[in-house]
């Protein structure tokens, strides 16, 4: 199962663009990069997916490399309430065509004013 | 909206007593899984269920089981609570689509 890569907390001034990174050099072919985030004392909440082309909705961008070995997750202007923890997954295939999430420890966003 | 709940907020049980937890969502979904969250590891999948009566493991399954006997319900049940199943309990469940749909969680304490 591929597993993921994040770094544990990172600063973003209020306004500006987060650029959070993921490592996951051992995806497969046909599984997915998904990304959640997780509010304090909430259940995770979903961002965005994206399986080779770079993506983009009304939260976030994402952006995967040719290699799909890493991807980067864009909030183009952060506010204080996009301080949260931020998971980077990859979607896996469990047994009789089904399918499980692997959640790593993801990355602390703080927002500062 | 989907709405995925969770029977209890806050547990606190005593060791070895026997344990369930409920989770409910509205959408006619699929699969359902549960998790424990706790600091510094993150959220670790114990089991998953894929249809009603079918259920998977996840990777910390020892000590926890399972039982969907009705498509919106996914019970975990700890057969002896011990003080390391303190933790964070979330619920989820999907519908093939690409997003799962988190309970608040459940936040058990083992005494």
């Known amino acids: 199962d591929a597993k993921t890569t994040q770094p544990t907390s990172m600063d973003c001034a209020e306004g500006r663009a987060a650029n959070l990174p993921c490592n996951h050099s051992?995806?497969?072919?046909?599984?997915?990069v998904y990304w959640y985030r997780q509010i304090h004392s909430q259940g995770p909440q979903y961002i965005i997916h994206g399986l080779k082309n770079n993506e983009t909705n009304e939260m976030a961008s994402l952006i995967i490399t040719e290699d799909r070995k890493s991807s980067t997750l864009i909030l183009p202007h952060a506010t204080l309430r996009d301080t949260a923890v931020y998971y980077c997954?990859?979607?896996?295939?469990?047994?009789?065509?089904?399918?499980?999430?692997?959640f790593g420890t993801g990355t602390r966003l703080k927002v500062l004013a | 909206d989907v709405k995925v709940t969770q029977s209890s907020r806050y547990l606190v049980k005593r060791t070895g007593e026997k344990v369930f937890l409920e989770c409910v969502q509205d959408m006619d979904h699929e699969n359902m899984f549960w998790y424990r969250q706790d600091p510094g590891l993150g959220l670790r999948l114990i089991y998953f269920?894929?249809?009603?009566?079918?259920?998977e493991k996840g990777d910390i399954p020892e000590g926890y089981s399972v039982s969907r006997e009705k498509k919106e319900r996914f019970s975990l049940i700890l057969e002896s609570a011990s003080t390391n199943q303190t933790s964070m309990y979330l619920c989820?469940?999907?519908?093939?689509?690409?997003?799962?749909?988190f309970g608040p969680g459940t936040r058990l304490t083992v005494t």
């Open positions: 997954i990859v979607r896996a295939f469990g047994g009789s065509g089904t399918y499980k999430y692997i």
């Open positions: 989820a469940s999907t519908g093939g689509a690409w997003e799962q749909y």
């Open positions: 269920s894929y249809d009603v009566k079918m259920k």
């Open positions: 051992t995806i497969s072919g046909n599984e997915y």
